[in-house]
């Protein structure tokens, strides 16, 4: 109480906090944002954060329903998302400007006034850009002492066009309206890997007014390389090869490729490296011919290989002996035992191994590999965008009654949630989540040397062990992609997790497990594509588990047939909405086109969801609480105001 009275030092200040609190618990909750496995493809990620995936054309349809056409509803959507394309094109064929303006701000005003009327005027207020705060508060506020409103806001609006400032006032109302429509957002992991934008899309979620982040495998790994750990690194550099992403780490983030390229060309100079080549859909010139490329693919991967060797040994408890590959190849022979059986190799060039200590990097490779470390742990830019996803992000999150994570829960056949090893200790469930978390923040905040080790090593762990619950697949077969021309190796079973959460009886263990229940309560995860192809849904266990990875990346589409799921919770509700492939922002603006297909209502509310249903209105109704002791005590005289 005497803490709180420093911040409330008399009975009408504490009296005016509950007041403006208890309006805030009446509102609408604002609007949540679920987007996972993006996957580097900077410009959908783009265009769904700026049409909040429908949010913005629903508000324009709320609005104006039929007082407009459908084209011109569509037109404006294309104003909000790109102002400044969409203006560039419409002068080009508008003879009346000025009225276009007027009457274009006319409908931004009236969108801008339904997207804030969910929020109180102080969160308005601190949205609103510097320059044009004072004027846009003055067009989307109610103001009652105003007798002629319309001849108001007419010369507002008049002054606006007349002073040469239409254009940037459209654009700020735009951003505005993009910002507002969506009060928080949530990544459920894999921002990066596969499409070549990651660096973009990491340079917009800093800037992100409200948002969490759950790591996915691919962020771990990537957080692994920042952290310096080396199998991390080059697992990192082999998948931007693969995938055909050397830009990402040569442009995007400054990491010299050279020692590894003039290695691989020094190594492999005799191999032609056929089983190592691009994958993906990205228009790359003659990749595939590429023989510098291909070198610098099987060189890294190799180094790799060892590096994951060396983990493994050092490390039993992980549990992964199966995954010591290099020695089981027979390299006279050219054959590897692997499960139980053996198999041809397709490629039996191994220049850098010694069959005797096959985990071992040959001077040159540790060169190269320590190389490439430095300029990952002293790349300012790429450790900025960790310190992003350490600050917020983490392994899980419970928020307003659902718990969101990447990929599973790791779990038995019986139903049982599976112990799992970590530096000798058994954890499960919640537990597990728990403790990996601690051990990443260890690797970049520990003062102890040993435990920083600890947390950079189980970073790859997570990334590709069988029980970590950002992978749950048994194996990662890239070792046999590589070598093996049996398809049925190359198979990753997932977890029994995926086959169990169709049970309500598992997923409410689950919610339960990180204290959730009832039935408002949900699991939402990504991590595993649904083929909507195949007639899967992303909405199980009678709604109360939404899967929402539906391909974002173009390596995904031709087997799942959408370009992703993104979920919307508002207080009506949740809403699902599948995307058409998104070509560009050019043709976005060109045709009016969004790529918005399809939404479908996972849950409706048949009364509107307020704030104070939230986990914000229960902080609330605590600090109301606290406000009413505090005058309580203020008149029984247990604490004295301090100013009258």
Same mark, same amino acid.
């Given at each position: 109480?005497?803490?709180?009275?420093?911040?409330?030092?008399?009975?009408?200040?504490?009296?005016?906090?509950?007041?403006?609190?208890?309006?805030?618990?009446?509102?609408?909750?604002?609007?949540?944002?679920?987007?996972?496995?993006?996957?580097?493809?900077?410009?959908?990620?783009?265009?769904?954060?700026?049409?909040?995936?429908?949010?913005?054309?629903?508000?324009?349809?709320?609005?104006?329903?039929?007082?407009?056409?459908?084209?011109?509803?569509?037109?404006?959507?294309?104003?909000?998302?790109?102002?400044?394309?969409?203006?560039? !094109?419409?002068?080009?064929?508008?003879?009346?400007?000025?009225?276009?303006?007027?009457?274009?701000?006319?409908?931004?005003?009236?969108?801008?006034?339904?997207?804030?009327?969910?929020?109180?005027?102080?969160?308005? %207020?601190?949205?609103?850009?510097?320059? #044009?705060? $004072?004027?846009?508060?003055?067009?989307?506020?109610?103001?009652?002492?105003?007798?002629?409103?319309?001849?108001?806001?007419?010369?507002?609006?008049?002054?606006?066009?007349?002073?040469?400032?239409?254009?940037?006032?459209?654009?700020?109302?735009?951003?505005?309206?993009?910002?507002?429509?969506?009060?928080?957002?949530?990544?459920?992991?894999?921002?990066?890997?596969?499409?070549?934008?990651?660096?973009?899309?990491? +340079? %917009?979620?800093?800037? #992100?007014?409200?948002?969490?982040?759950?790591?996915?495998?691919? *962020?771990?790994?990537?957080?692994?390389?920042?952290?310096?750990?080396?199998?991390?690194?080059?697992?990192?550099?082999?998948?931007?090869?693969?995938?055909?992403?050397?830009?990402?780490?040569?442009?995007? #983030?400054?990491?010299?490729?050279?020692?590894?390229?003039?290695?691989?060309?020094?190594?492999?100079?005799? *191999?032609?490296?056929?089983?190592?080549?691009?994958?993906?859909?990205?228009? !790359?010139?003659?990749?595939?011919?590429?023989?510098?490329?291909?070198?610098?693919?099987?060189?890294?991967?190799?180094?790799?290989?060892?590096?994951?060797?060396?983990?493994?040994?050092?490390?039993?408890?992980?549990?992964?002996?199966? @995954?010591?590959?290099?020695?089981?190849? +027979?390299?006279?022979?050219?054959?590897?035992?692997?499960?139980?059986?053996?198999?041809?190799?397709?490629?039996?060039?191994?220049?850098?191994?010694?069959?005797?200590?096959? $985990?071992?990097?040959?001077?040159?490779?540790?060169?190269?590999?320590?190389?490439? @470390?430095?300029?990952?742990?002293?790349?300012?830019?790429?450790?900025?965008?960790?310190?992003?996803?350490?600050?917020?992000?983490?392994?899980?999150?419970?928020?307003?009654?659902?718990?969101?994570?990447?990929?599973?829960?790791?779990?038995?056949?019986?139903?049982?949630?599976?112990?799992?090893?970590?530096?000798?200790?058994?954890?499960?469930?919640?537990?597990?989540?728990?403790?990996?978390?601690?051990?990443?923040?260890?690797?970049?905040?520990?003062?102890?040397?040993?435990?920083?080790?600890?947390?950079?090593?189980?970073?790859? $762990?997570?990334?590709?062990? =069988?029980?970590?619950?950002?992978?749950?697949?048994?194996?990662?077969?890239?070792?046999?992609?590589?070598?093996?021309?049996?398809?049925?190796?190359?198979?990753?079973?997932?977890?029994?997790? #995926?086959?169990?959460?169709?049970?309500?009886?598992?997923?409410?263990?689950?919610?339960?497990?990180?204290?959730?229940?009832?039935?408002?309560?949900?699991?939402?995860?990504?991590?595993?594509?649904?083929?909507?192809?195949?007639?899967?849904? =992303?909405?199980?266990?009678?709604?109360?588990?939404?899967?929402?990875?539906?391909?974002?990346?173009?390596?995904?589409?031709? @087997?799942?047939?959408?370009?992703?799921?993104?979920?919307? $919770?508002?207080?009506?509700?949740?809403?699902?909405?599948?995307?058409? =492939?998104?070509?560009?922002?050019?043709?976005?603006? %060109? +045709?009016?086109?969004?790529?918005?297909?399809?939404?479908?209502?996972?849950?409706?509310?048949?009364?509107?969801?307020?704030?104070?249903?939230?986990?914000?209105?229960?902080?609330?109704?605590?600090?109301?609480? *606290?406000?009413?002791?505090?005058?309580?005590?203020?008149?029984?005289?247990?604490?004295?105001?301090?100013?009258?």
């Amino acid at each position: 109480m005497e803490q709180l009275s420093e911040m409330y030092p008399t009975i009408n200040k504490a009296a005016t906090e509950i007041i403006n609190l208890q309006a805030i618990v009446n509102l609408p909750k604002g609007t949540e944002h679920f987007l996972s496995d993006i996957h580097g493809e900077y410009e959908a990620f783009s265009h769904v954060l700026k049409n909040g995936s429908g949010a913005v054309r629903k508000k324009i349809e709320d609005v104006f329903g039929k007082a407009l056409s459908e084209s011109d509803k569509a037109g404006l959507a294309t104003l909000i998302y790109y102002p400044k394309k969409k203006m560039e !094109i419409v002068k080009q064929t508008e003879e009346n400007m000025s009225l276009w303006y007027k009457t274009t701000l006319y409908r931004l005003i009236e969108v801008c006034k339904t997207v804030s009327s969910k929020y109180t005027r102080s969160k308005v %207020r601190k949205a609103l850009p510097e320059d #044009y705060s $004072y004027v846009i508060e003055e067009l989307i506020t109610e103001k009652p002492e105003v007798l002629n409103k319309e001849a108001y806001y007419e010369a507002i609006v008049n002054t606006v066009v007349e002073l040469g400032q239409a254009e940037q006032f459209i654009v700020v109302l735009c951003e505005l309206i993009q910002q507002l429509a969506v009060d928080h957002l949530h990544v459920l992991g894999d921002i990066y890997d596969r499409g070549a934008g990651s660096h973009l899309i990491m +340079d %917009r979620l800093c800037k #992100y007014h409200s948002l969490d982040i759950q790591w996915g495998n691919h *962020d771990i790994i990537w957080m692994g390389a920042a952290a310096g750990n080396l199998a991390c690194v080059a697992t990192v550099i082999r998948n931007s090869i693969r995938y055909g992403n050397l830009d990402l780490l040569e442009e995007g #983030y400054g990491i010299n490729m050279l020692p590894l390229a003039t290695f691989a060309m020094k190594a492999y100079a005799d *191999d032609p490296c056929e089983k190592f080549v691009f994958k993906g859909t990205q228009s !790359i010139t003659n990749f595939e011919e590429n023989e510098m490329t291909r070198k610098m693919h099987k060189a890294i991967a190799m180094i790799r290989f060892k590096l994951e060797g060396q983990l493994i040994k050092k490390y039993p408890e992980y549990g992964m002996e199966e @995954r010591l590959v290099l020695e089981k190849i +027979d390299y006279e022979n050219g054959t590897v035992e692997l499960e139980g059986k053996t198999f041809k190799m397709l490629d039996t060039n191994f220049p850098t191994i010694d069959p005797a200590d096959p $985990y071992k990097l040959t001077d040159e490779e540790y060169e190269v590999i320590t190389r490439l @470390r430095s300029s990952f742990l002293h790349c300012e830019k790429l450790q900025t965008h960790v310190q992003l996803l350490l600050k917020k992000g983490g392994m899980y999150k419970v928020y307003n009654g659902n718990l969101l994570f990447h990929g599973c829960i790791p779990m038995m056949e019986d139903g049982s949630f599976a112990k799992v090893n970590i530096y000798g200790t058994e954890y499960s469930g919640k537990a597990l989540f728990d403790v990996l978390e601690l051990y990443v923040r260890k690797a970049f905040f520990s003062t102890h040397e040993e435990e920083r080790e600890k947390g950079a090593d189980i970073m790859w $762990y997570i990334w590709t062990a =069988p029980y970590s619950p950002l992978y749950g697949r048994k194996k990662m077969a890239t070792f046999e992609r590589y070598f093996l021309a049996e398809e049925d190796m190359k198979v990753e079973v997932k977890n029994c997790y #995926y086959e169990l959460i169709n049970k309500p009886e598992i997923a409410d263990k689950i919610l339960s497990e990180f204290g959730l229940s009832g039935d408002r309560a949900h699991i939402i995860n990504g991590h595993v594509p649904v083929h909507r192809m195949k007639g899967e849904s =992303p909405v199980k266990c009678n709604g109360k588990v939404i899967v929402i990875d539906g391909g974002f990346s173009k390596a995904y589409r031709s @087997r799942t047939g959408i370009a992703g799921y993104t979920l919307i $919770y508002n207080s009506y509700g949740l809403t699902l909405t599948a995307h058409e =492939p998104f070509e560009s922002p050019e043709t976005a603006v %060109r +045709d009016e086109r969004d790529i918005v297909s399809k939404r479908e209502a996972v849950e409706f509310m048949d009364k509107r969801i307020l704030v104070g249903d939230t986990d914000s209105g229960e902080k609330i109704r605590r600090k109301i609480d *606290d406000l009413k002791m505090l005058i309580s005590a203020y008149r029984s005289g247990e604490i004295i105001e301090k100013d009258k």
